[in-house]
């Protein structure tokens, strides 16, 4: 006897979570009340966290068949994660949310009349006149304002809240999308907003709510992170976002790096003692740097930072072979031009160190991720 066709869902929500275990029962009771009567389903991608998020999600999808889990093993990144939930979607509507219960799932329904009247994004914002501003501190308002003034200024946009993480679309627009999206870029809101600029565009004022369970992911690095994006967006994609973090925290090092070696000078150290001294605090500064900032979904902590340490440590010291080696060889075929000798060493060094670090200590094939 052959089953009955399943009815597909109208909507899908996707939720991209890391250590949100706290959540998931509140998140799921919260949709259901809201979409009652139409269909839907609530697509979470887990980024394994290690408080089992992703088990508490198929526990649940065991008792409703509208739940599915997607656990990403390898893979990083909450821009990425919205990506895979939506290519993993059912639903004609795709609303994205986010796992901490700060987003009100009650403004969704409003989100889909304002779709079904023609608009093409509708985002929930923080700051339109009729919100509220629960969950937000007085330091993460200020981040914010900063943050919105920058990407409207980039944008071409007067958007109140051009950073949310509350938004819902087509599932249409959104796949055509995702091809130019940047998978490690920083508010999946602002890509989609960016490679989309002539469509229009709804915001809709809601409640922001306090965190109920885990920890906040906004930290000062919100608009560095928002900074490299932006840059490698006016590059058009030639430069990714991690690349742009990595070069712009070794720049930021090498005025660490001179700054160190003209005090051990001062101090009375000989030149080749001194240099040694900064090029190791530089050294440390930019692996600890880079491990907050350029690759804070991968962040390493306790013993897998020191190991990583000395893993770029060695890294770091192929580079300066290969840099010193390449500026010799431009410099004696470009008839003595020392400056660009040295600056195509010094790009050798940087591309050589982003690519291996970002592969074996802080990437999918890292050496220090433990084994799940």
Request: proline share 3%; aromatic share 10%.
């Amino acid at each position: 006897m052959t089953a009955p066709p399943k009815t597909l869902p109208e909507v899908s929500v996707v939720v991209p979570t890391y250590n949100e275990v706290g959540n998931i029962a509140g998140i799921y009771e919260s949709l259901a009340q809201t979409l009652a009567g139409r269909a839907w389903e609530l697509v979470v991608v887990d980024d394994d966290s290690p408080d089992g998020t992703a088990n508490a999600v198929r526990e649940l999808g065991a008792r409703h068949d509208n739940v599915r889990c997607i656990q990403r093993i390898q893979e990083r990144g909450l821009c990425s994660a919205v990506h895979w939930g939506v290519q993993a979607a059912h639903g004609e509507v795709i609303v994205v949310m986010d796992g901490d219960l700060q987003h009100e799932p009650a403004l969704i329904p409003q989100m889909l009349e304002a779709l079904q009247a023609g608009n093409d994004i509708v985002s929930g914002s923080r700051f339109l006149e009729g919100a509220a501003e629960k969950g937000l501190s007085r330091r993460r308002r200020r981040l914010s304002d900063w943050g919105n003034k920058l990407t409207n200024r980039f944008l071409g946009t007067t958007l109140s809240d051009p950073l949310t993480g509350f938004f819902a679309t087509s599932r249409r627009l959104f796949l055509k999308s995702i091809p130019m999206m940047q998978a490690d870029g920083f508010k999946v809101f602002f890509d989609l907003v960016y490679h989309n600029r002539a469509v229009t565009i709804r915001e809709l004022p809601f409640e922001f709510q306090r965190r109920r369970h885990g920890e906040s992911k906004l930290d000062l690095y919100m608009l560095w992170l928002l900074a490299c994006d932006i840059v490698s967006k006016i590059s058009r994609g030639l430069l990714p976002p991690r690349l742009v973090s990595f070069v712009g925290v070794g720049l930021i090092g090498s005025i660490f790096h001179f700054a160190i070696l003209y005090a051990s000078m001062d101090l009375g150290a000989v030149f080749w003692v001194a240099q040694a001294i900064a090029t190791v605090v530089a050294m440390v500064f930019n692996f600890t740097i880079n491990n907050v900032l350029t690759f804070s979904d991968e962040r390493l902590r306790g013993a897998a930072f020191y190991k990583g340490l000395l893993l770029y440590s060695l890294i770091a010291s192929v580079g300066i072979v290969a840099n010193v080696s390449t500026a010799q060889i431009a410099y004696m075929r470009l008839n003595g031009h020392t400056f660009i000798a040295a600056t195509t060493g010094l790009v050798i060094d940087v591309i050589w160190r982003f690519v291996v670090s970002n592969r074996l200590i802080w990437g999918r094939s890292s050496l220090l991720r433990k084994p799940s």
